[in-house]
């Protein structure tokens, strides 16, 4: 057994979501990871956490037109559109390649109607491989006039309950941060039987070209993610914590070891790094390995004992 492999063992580490157990509070997160297997080639998937496959849908989607991208102050605007290659394609040319890797693996799934994340749940609980579900619920409800599940407390218990029924794997729901009270949110996520609620997705965000004098995205407006939103995630997180009984995932501009020790004050019992893939690869096993020196420096014998701290 190597020296990494041993500190990727250590019960120090260990964190628990829901029916989850993960060796290293650590994850990638969705839409900044691939599928996963993107980036077996730059490391041993099983040196981390677990990782959120980018979001998944019941039909191929061919994404939102270019650019697609745009770098701004500490963070980054995508409008990729939710491209994905669909359930079918997914089960049939993704999930065999992840069949041998030693990590939890969470698929993030989306729909326009609620009936699709209910299809979407029957299909993926039957892959022993996929440890759990993560459900997008910042999308716009065709059948409610567009508007998104994600802002009505009811609608999100309602769906949450409906994609309950249909899994036994661990169900966590991303909520968006474009809500009047996300804690309302959170707590009908909880009511709706999930086991943990991702906090947060992305913030709407623009730029424009001043040579041009148009929106640089091809779709005009996109999602703001990187170290720009972790202040204002972060507050979501610590306003969450104690008003729900189910573990919060920070999600929101980690690229270092002490923005994980900051969102586990906070109240996040695990984290996911997104943007900071982007900008390198191996950020994730990176940052392991400083939460691990980070605990043993501090003389903190267990991760899981700073969750909520910031409260004492």
């Known amino acids: 057994m190597g020296k990494d492999e041993q500190y990727m063992n250590k019960k120090s580490l260990q964190v628990k979501i829901g029916k989850l157990t993960l060796k290293n509070p650590v994850m990638g997160a969705s839409g900044t990871f691939g599928y996963g297997v993107e980036y077996k080639k730059f490391f041993s998937l099983g040196d981390i ?5 980018k979001g998944l849908s019941i039909e191929p989607r061919k994404g939102n037109p270019g650019p697609r991208i745009k770098e701004t102050p500490c963070g980054l605007i995508n409008s990729i559109g939710l491209e994905n290659i669909g359930v079918d394609a997914f089960l049939g040319s993704v999930i065999p ?17 609620m009936e699709e994340y209910v299809e979407l749940a029957r299909r993926l609980n039957k892959l022993k ?19 998104e599940f994600g802002k009505d407390p009811l609608v999100v218990q309602t ?35 999930a086991d943990a609620v991702s906090i947060a997705n992305t913030y709407p965000a623009m730029a424009i070209d001043i040579k041009s ?10 999602g703001l993610s990187g170290p720009a939103i972790k202040p204002v995630t972060l507050k979501l997180v ?28 906070a109240g996040a019992s695990a984290v996911q790094a997104g943007t900071a893939n982007f900008i390198n690869p191996c950020a994730t096993p990176q940052l392991v390995k400083q939460l691990d020196k980070y605990l043993s420096d501090a003389g903190i014998q267990q991760f899981k004992s700073l969750i909520g701290s910031a409260f004492r």
């Open 49 to 53: 956490g677990g990782f959120v496959t």
């Open 97 to 113: 390649q992840l069949r041998d890797i030693d990590t939890k693996i969470i698929v993030n799934i989306f729909g326009t109607e």
């Open 129 to 147: 491989r996929i440890d759990g579900l993560e459900m997008n619920i910042s999308c716009p409800n065709v059948k409610a006039g567009g508007a």
């Open 159 to 193: 769906i949450t309950r409906k994609v309950r029924d249909e899994t036994d794997k661990a169900l966590i729901v991303k909520l968006s941060p474009m809500v009047t009270s996300i804690i309302d949110i959170a707590i009908s996520a909880q009511r709706g039987g």
């Open 213 to 222: 004098g148009a929106p640089f995205l091809g779709a005009k407006s996109g």
């Open 238 to 265: 610590y306003d969450t914590y104690g008003r729900i009984d189910i573990p919060i995932i920070g999600v929101g501009g980690i690229s270092t070891v002490e923005d994980i020790i900051e969102y586990a004050l």
